[in-house]
């Protein structure tokens, strides 16, 4: 590696992160800092601040590529004097293909881009999924645009409008999508264009989409409009193959029965039985057993709403809006409640309102009533402790019944 | 001239897919890991595909990414992806190429691992490389945490599954809230007011529009237009410095870190749940952070020795409680600890369920 | 609609022109103002987006971020003055 500390080194503290086995983010930014001044400067501004332990950039808030509203992070530095070549150093997220699938062509394609138009560093990838190129100047945005567009890639979403949708990796390597997240994520992506670049809500709306009860793209925790896969009917035994596992040390009771949240399953040394009405479809068996149990056939999606993090109101999970929806080309129920929500939001929703706090702040009973979905029971955990009822029926005194 | 174009969307997919996926595409059948850091996924035709899962610092540059093509051309017909935790996957049919596509990986650093019960890669943002609201730098602790944890991320060492997040400041751009182990940067004063021609830079009514508790008001200083900050009702958002450069509100003394425990996000056994925090504030001490890293290596170490196969560091402490954990990993308990936010009640405990 | 794209989009501007420096508008604020404002012609929030579509395109206003999405004139921003 050519990136062996210097007693010269300009960046003496940052040169402690070189060591250590894990890859090292310094590394890769000293290896663009022998080509690229505007890494250098970032690097000594990162050391100052490694110094003095506090960060040198400021937000800006108006940078971006015409007729957009967003894809471009503003950062400007707050020492553009002492670290001219970080002056302006902001970021372009381009909007990932569903899966974070890449042929090599395609990704030499984009660090022809980035070397060219920027700084040759990126992040693989942003929180929301994008792609993302940490650092190029005002000058460059609209001839990397040019050049992104022109190999087919468009900008992500950023301000108060669509986010970037995400998704798992699915039934491209998974057996347990319920459906199609790649080919859904893909399509909501292209119908939503308008919502992603030029936004138009009270704030930010992510959609996150995961094939099972796993989640594995935390769509419970980081989308406002979470789509989770899920089936209806019976979990399939092959009850042989459950054999070969136990002939091979495996122990159902340990790894099955009493890790069940429900207690559904009984083991009895020869047969495994579920009790399916009872299963609440937490996959623990199923990732147990992968061979022997599989999902239902009956499949499709539990959508829940509202995620959030901790500012302003306090953090939200989402919870359930529809316990089962199925999700079949072209998604036109998962359109029409999407479109909804935006209604009510956007009717209802103040600056920076996430939907997660206009649900909370409206109440949810309300809310259901205002986009027309009817109350159920899957929707809460239990029904209300509070007495404090507002009625909507009641008879004035003066009404004959 | 070329027509601008915009709205084209990102590319399809389909395009990108390694042949033996688009021929088994929705048909796989079962998976197993087979060590750590690779995994074999059966389709219903009998098709075999290995995935080796290699960790990265998710900031690359683009001499990294070309290297991975490299790989991916050579082993895995042209193609490759990244998990949704930075960690690079290079797939392929044929089983012989696992083992020379693992050494061409390590023979430039890279780490084979991440799967099943290994720590994983850890979810993290910009930090000091490039937030302007950050209060410790992201990148710098996952490097050194996970130079620790290095032996943890390439063997199956621990009873479950275990993700790690780190988010710089409390607007958490990473889903740090629902990891088993959360690092949270914390800002513990308001921003310092420059008043210096401050009226040129900041647009008044807006920044205080911008403050989500009320707290800034309007102020004459010499004559001179500035801001002020009402302390007690800041919250330490940073929404003001967004928009305006002269509250910064980024502090050398009083920034620092937090550590949370016991989030999920998966619904396997119990179902998702927030971090709890377990360490109330650590000053930063870059570039090593050792008391950051001692801490997590005493989660990790309590973990190992005492959850039970399949727990999750949440079901551990649901088994044992939280006062047997404190007790464990020696973390004191303070006032910090006790929520006193809307709903805080809840989290008190009105029962005589207690350990001793 | 009785009225057209251009005259919905020159509303619009003057509505944030004469706003400039002391409040700011989010996309939504424009469209329900607008909606309101031409009641009588049937405007709709689709007519509005054509109208924000126009102004944008054409450089009169630009998206701004700063806690949330907003719609301003062109100027130079704080943090970009050094
Ligand atoms: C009152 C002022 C501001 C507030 C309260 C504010 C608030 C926020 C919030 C809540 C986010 C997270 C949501 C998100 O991911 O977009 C965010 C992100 C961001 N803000 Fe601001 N912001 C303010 C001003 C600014 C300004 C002035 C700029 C740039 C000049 C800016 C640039 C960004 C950027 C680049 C992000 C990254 C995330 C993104 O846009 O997707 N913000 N801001
Ligand atoms: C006042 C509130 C917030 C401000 C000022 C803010 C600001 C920022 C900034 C400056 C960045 C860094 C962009 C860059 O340099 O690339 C960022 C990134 C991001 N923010 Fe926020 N943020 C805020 C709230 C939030 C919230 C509440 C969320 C979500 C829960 C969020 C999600 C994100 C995400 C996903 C990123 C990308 C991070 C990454 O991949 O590294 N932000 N935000
Ligand atoms: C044993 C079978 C499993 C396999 C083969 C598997 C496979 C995967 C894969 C391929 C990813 C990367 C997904 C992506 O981002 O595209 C992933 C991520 C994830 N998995 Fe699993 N998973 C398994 C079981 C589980 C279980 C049991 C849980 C939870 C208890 C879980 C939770 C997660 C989470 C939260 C992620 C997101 C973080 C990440 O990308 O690593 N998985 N898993
Ligand atoms: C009790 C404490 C917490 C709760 C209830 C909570 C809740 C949430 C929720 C609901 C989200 C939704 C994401 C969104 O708005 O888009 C979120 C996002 C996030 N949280 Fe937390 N959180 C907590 C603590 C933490 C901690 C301690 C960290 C970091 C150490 C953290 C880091 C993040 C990050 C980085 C995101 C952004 C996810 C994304 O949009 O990509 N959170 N949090
Ligand atoms: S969420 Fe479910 S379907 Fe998607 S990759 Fe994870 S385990 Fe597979
Ligand atoms: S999926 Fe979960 S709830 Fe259902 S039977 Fe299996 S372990 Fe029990
Ligand atoms: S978590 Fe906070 S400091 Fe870190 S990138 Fe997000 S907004 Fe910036
Ligand atoms: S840091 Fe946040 S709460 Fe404090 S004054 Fe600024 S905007 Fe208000």
Redesign the pocket.
């Known amino acids: 590696m050519s990136n062996q500390a210097h007693s010269s080194s300009e960046t003496p503290l940052l040169d402690e992160l070189l060591k250590g086995r894990w890859p090292s983010f310094v590394k890769e930014m000293k290896e663009m800092a022998d080509t690229k001044p505007m890494v250098r400067d970032v690097l000594r501004q990162l050391e100052k601040s490694y110094v003095d332990k506090k960060t040198h950039w400021k937000h800006g808030g108006i940078v971006g590529v015409k007729g957009y509203g967003g894809g471009i992070i503003g950062r400007y530095s707050d020492s553009p004097d002492e670290f001219p070549g970080a002056a302006h150093f902001h970021t372009v997220r381009v909007n990932q293909p569903a ?2 699938f890449y042929s090599s062509q395609a990704l030499r394609d984009l660090c022809d881009i980035f070397e060219k138009y920027g700084s040759g560093l990126t992040n693989m990838h942003g929180s929301t999924g994008d792609i993302i190129l940490l650092g190029t100047t005002t000058d460059e945005l609209e001839p990397i645009f040019s050049a992104l567009t022109e190999k087919g890639w468009d900008l992500g979403g950023s301000g108060s409008a669509l986010r970037t949708p995400s998704c ?2 699915g039934p491209a ?2 057996e347990w999508a319920m459906f199609d997240c790649l080919d859904l994520c893909h399509d909501i992506t292209h119908h939503y264009q308008d919502e992603i670049h030029r936004p138009a809500f009270p704030y930010k709306f992510k959609i996150k989409v995961s094939g099972c009860p ?5 769509a419970i925790a980081r989308a406002d409009f979470s789509v989770i896969g899920t089936w209806k009917d019976h979990i399939q035994v092959n009850q042989a193959a459950m054999q070969e596992y136990v002939a091979k040390g495996r122990n159902p009771i340990k790894d099955a029965v009493l890790l069940c949240p429900t207690k559904a399953i009984d083991w009895d040394g020869k047969e495994i039985k579920i009790d399916n009405e009872n299963c609440v479809r937490c ?2 068996c199923i ?1 147990a057993y ?1 061979k022997a149990l599989k999902p239902g056939k009956e499949r499709g999606a539990t959508i829940l709403i509202g995620a959030k993090a901790p500012i302003v109101q306090g953090a939200l999970f989402s919870s359930v809006l529809v316990p089962f929806m199925e999700l079949e080309k072209p998604y036109d129920d998962l359109k029409e409640l999407l479109e909804k929500l935006w209604d009510v939001w956007d009717d209802h929703g103040e600056n920076k309102e996430r939907i997660g706090e206009l649900v909370e702040r409206m109440g949810k009973g309300e809310f259901l009533e205002r986009i027309g979905i009817k109350p159920d029971i899957q929707m809460v955990i239990h029904p209300r402790e509070n007495p404090y009822v507002f009625y909507d029926e009641y008879y004035e005194e003066v009404d004959e019944k | 001239m070329n027509v601008r174009k915009t709205d084209i969307g990102c590319p399809d997919y389909k395009q990108f897919l390694p042949p033996m996926i688009l021929k088994n595409y929705g048909q796989w059948d079962w ?1 197993e ?1 087979i060590k750590p850091g690779v ?1 074999v996924h059966q389709a219903e035709s009998g098709d075999r595909l290995y ?1 080796v899962r290699v960790g990265s610092p998710r900031l690359l540059n683009v001499k990294s990414l070309r290297f991975f093509t490299d790989v991916a051309d050579k082993y895995c017909d042209g193609f490759l ?1 990244f ?3 930075s ?1 690079v ?1 290079f797939m392929t049919p044929v089983f012989e190429n696992i083992d020379p596509m693992i050494a061409m990986l390590q023979s430039e650093g890279w780490p084979v691992g ?1 799967t ?1 019960n290994s720590a ?2 850890v ?1 993290h943002t910009q930090g000091w490389v490039h937030c302007h609201t950050s209060a410790t730098d992201a990148s710098g602790l996952v490097k050194c945490v996970m130079d620790d944890l290095y032996d943890d991320f390439t063997n199956h060492s621990l009873p ?2 275990m ?1 790690l997040a780190v988010a710089c400041c409390l607007n958490m751009c990473g889903a740090v809230h629902a990891s088993d182990i959360a690092i949270l940067g914390i800002h513990r004063r308001p921003p310092k007011v420059d008043p210096h021609n401050l009226a040129n830079y900041c647009e008044v009514p807006t920044t205080i529009a911008a403050c989500p508790t009320g707290a800034i008001r309007a102020d004459i200083l010499d004559g001179q237009k500035t801001l002020k900050i009402n302390e007690s009702q800041c919250m330490y958002c940073g929404a003001c410095y967004t928009a305006c450069p002269k509250l910064p509100i980024a502090d050398s003394v009083n920034d620092g870190l937090s550590i949370w425990v016991g989030g ?3 619904n ?1 056994r119990s179902t998702p749940r927030f971090t709890k925090m377990v360490v109330p504030f650590i000053p930063n001490n870059p570039p090593r952070w050792p008391e950051v890293v001692e801490a997590v290596r005493t989660i990790v170490d309590v973990y190992k020795a005492h959850g039970k196969p399949w727990e ?1 560091l949440a079901d551990m402490i649901d088994r044992i409680g939280w006062a047997r954990f404190f007790k464990l990993t020696g973390f004191e308990f303070t006032k910090y600890h006790i929520d006193d936010y809307k709903l805080a009640t809840k989290s008190y405990n009105a029962s005589t369920h207690l350990r001793f | 609609m009785a009225v057209d794209t251009q005259t919905i989009a020159d509303a619009m501007l003057a509505m944030v022109t004469e706003a400039a420096g002391v409040k700011r508008y989010k996309p939504g604020d424009l469209s329900k103002a607008m909606v309101a404002k031409f009641a009588d012609d049937g405007v709709s929030k689709d007519d509005c987006k054509d109208a924000i579509r126009v102004l944008v395109d054409s450089e009169k206003l630009v998206y701004t971020y700063f806690n949330g999405t907003w719609l301003e004139i062109p100027h130079q921003e704080g943090s970009a003055k050094g």
Not at chain 1, 214 to 218: F, G, L, M
Request: hydrophobic share 25%.
């Open positions: 899966g974070w798992c990796v390597r998974c796993n989640d594995c793209v935390s996959m623990q990732n992968p | 998976h890991v995994f995935t992806r998990t949704s935790r960690n996957e991440g099943a994983s890669n979810i479950g599954r993700k999920k996000c998966a396997a999750r």
